[in-house]
């Protein structure tokens, strides 16, 4: 069984009753612009960490990229339902994101409740520097500069029948934010998780910090593989090396017949994002790698090689994958590489936005095949 089979959003950002029944080992998502892709790797990657508070807001924070002086009450509120009333000016009244799943997972249902508020600052006598935070009653104008604005972060989960996680059926934490305050609680230890990995359509890391991944790609056996899938992108590609200067941090490094040995960044972003797709699978073994836009900064010719390196590394270390895609030439390419190997299970799903909710058509692999290489119908 693997860890999800299905999967149903009821509500979460503009996702509304979504259900991906009969998930695959490799589930590629497609779409529109604005049908919900993103959103579902989201709901996902939440799901996942299900009453990790900070988690949900990191989630929520990654949307915005670098932007600076996003609020992080703003980051987690554009996780719930929005009205088409309300304003990003005023307070949010309160909104829930719910979603369930069936699968070795064990969590049945997760909800979370989200709500701002208004409070003020009020010093004690004999101890100005100590604050009571006291929420404003109704009708009430705080003292200038005393205002403070706050939100209300709960989250609850109901387990399944899965013998490792232990204690007692449903489960609740909560965690406030403060805009105005940097967050100084102590993060629990989450017990219930599922490992997850989110990999942005723009996120390229670089030579460090892919080193000690590239190190343990190698323990795996997965070399041979990965110098393939980087002398598809450039012939001439002889090794790939984890240096370190002057006994510094390692390095990745590439050797080249023409340039020699070079940083593997002067290879371009192709090579990096291929290697990183890879290198992340073996980080959430047992678990979910969610990838946006995975044919990005990859040309179609090496998509196929790229994928069946990832199927690979997805079998070999249990991980489930969710990956979205603009490109009918990826689509291609990816079913390319699967139709050889049974072992993949690829499922494709088409998200359609409507008055509804959001509809998942679904296409097994086989199906799939058909569509596009017998009647050459076009499916994103």
Not at 243 to 255: D, I, Q, T
Not at 311 to 324: D, I, M, R
């Given at each position: 069984m693997k860890q999800l089979e299905s999967f149903r959003v009821e509500a979460f950002r503009g996702l509304k009753n979504l259900q991906l029944s009969g998930l695959g080992r490799i589930n590629l998502l497609v779409g529109q612009n604005n049908a919900g892709k993103s959103s579902v790797l989201e709901a996902l990657s939440c799901y996942c960490h299900p009453l990790d508070g900070f988690y949900w807001l990191e989630t929520g924070l990654r949307r915005f990229g670098r932007t600076r002086g996003v609020s992080r009450i703003e980051a987690v509120k554009w996780l719930f339902p929005q009205e088409s009333s309300s304003s990003p000016l005023q307070f949010y009244p309160g909104g829930v994101v719910e979603m369930r799943s069936e699968g070795a997972y064990g969590v049945q249902n997760c909800r979370a409740e989200f709500e701002e508020f208004e409070a003020i600052r009020k010093p004690r006598r004999g101890a100005a520097a100590r604050e009571v935070v006291e929420t404003l009653i109704e009708g009430s104008v705080p003292e200038a500069g005393l205002g403070r604005r706050g939100g209300e972060l709960k989250l609850q989960v109901r387990l399944g029948s899965n013998p490792t996680l232990a204690g007692p059926p449903s489960r609740s934490r909560q965690l406030t934010i403060w805009d105005d305050k940097t967050i100084i609680k102590r993060r629990p230890k989450d017990e219930i998780l599922l490992p997850v990995e989110t990999l942005s359509a723009h996120q390229i890391q670089g030579?460090?910090?892919?080193?000690?991944?590239?190190?343990?790609?190698?323990?795996?056996?997965?070399?041979?593989?990965?110098?393939?899938?980087?002398?598809?992108?450039?012939?001439?590609?002889?090794?790939?090396?984890?240096?370190?200067?002057?006994?510094?941090?390692?390095?990745?490094?590439?050797?080249?017949?023409?340039?020699?040995?070079?940083?593997?960044?002067?290879?371009?972003?192709?090579?990096?994002?291929?290697?990183?797709?890879?290198?992340?699978?073996?980080?959430?073994?047992?678990?979910?790698?969610?990838?946006?836009?995975?044919?990005?900064?990859?040309?179609?010719?090496?998509?196929?090689?790229?994928?069946?390196?990832?199927?690979?590394?997805?079998?070999?270390?249990?991980?489930?994958?969710?990956?979205?895609?603009?490109?009918?030439?990826?689509?291609?390419?990816?079913?390319?590489?699967?139709?050889?190997?049974?072992?993949?299970?690829?499922?494709?799903?088409?998200?359609?936005?409507?008055?509804?909710?959001?509809?998942?058509?679904?296409?097994?692999?086989p199906t799939l095949a058909t569509v596009r290489n017998e009647l050459g119908q076009e499916v994103r």
């Open positions: 030579d460090t910090a892919s080193a000690e991944k590239f190190s343990e790609f190698r323990r795996m056996g997965l070399y041979p593989e990965a110098i393939e899938i980087l002398r598809e992108l450039d012939k001439g590609v002889k090794e790939v090396l984890v240096l370190a200067e002057n006994g510094g941090v390692g390095r990745l490094y590439v050797e080249h017949q023409r340039r020699g040995l070079t940083p593997l960044s002067a290879g371009g972003d192709g090579m990096r994002r291929a290697l990183q797709i890879a290198m992340t699978v073996p980080a959430v073994r047992d678990g979910v790698l969610l990838v946006d836009e995975i044919e990005s900064a990859l040309h179609t010719s090496a998509l196929a090689s790229v994928f069946r390196l990832l199927a690979t590394a997805c079998k070999e270390h249990n991980v489930q994958l969710f990956a979205t895609t603009h490109s009918l030439e990826a689509v291609d390419a990816i079913l390319q590489a699967a139709l050889p190997d049974p072992q993949i299970d690829l499922v494709y799903y088409r998200l359609e936005r409507g008055d509804q909710g959001t509809t998942a058509v679904r296409l097994d692999e």
